[in-house]
């Protein structure tokens, strides 16, 4: 099983980035996927989440109306597109998968149910 983030880098602030998650080794339409992302020196916090066939997400409310999560089934892939981004939004960010086929737009699963997790990508943005 393998979760690979990329795209992450150094952007100015109300900049643009993608980062991307592939995912491999396992059924990855069966699984709904989470965004994450830990800051120096404090916890690793949620950031969306998109359901199994991309029909339903759920957004951190600082995060609501500038990132959006799609996904590609027939490509294992998942996407977070952040714009406006700002300062605060500096931190390494991950891709999890977490088993389950419900709709997540009005229930998430806490970050201790999530089965898989990537590596991390570092995301910094200058003021």
């Known amino acids: 099983v393998q979760l690979q983030a990329s795209g992450g880098g150094l952007v100015q602030a109300g900049g643009s980035l993608r980062l991307s998650c592939a995912a491999s080794?396992?059924?990855?339409?069966?699984?709904?996927m989470g965004w994450f992302r830990q800051a120096p020196g404090k916890e690793r916090e949620f950031v969306g989440i998109i359901s199994w066939s991309g029909s339903s997400t759920y957004y951190l409310d600082t995060v609501k109306g500038r990132f959006s999560i799609s996904r590609d089934n027939a490509k294992n892939m998942v996407y977070l597109q952040m714009n406006s981004l700002k300062p605060e939004d500096t931190a390494v960010y991950y891709c999890?998968?977490?088993?389950?086929?419900?709709?997540?737009?009005?229930?998430?699963?806490?970050?201790?149910?999530?089965?898989?997790w990537g590596q991390g990508t570092q995301v910094t943005v200058s003021s």
């Open positions: 999890a998968a977490h088993r389950g086929s419900y709709s997540v737009r009005y229930y998430q699963p806490s970050i201790d149910d999530y089965n898989y």
């Open positions: 080794g396992f059924t990855f339409s069966n699984y709904i």
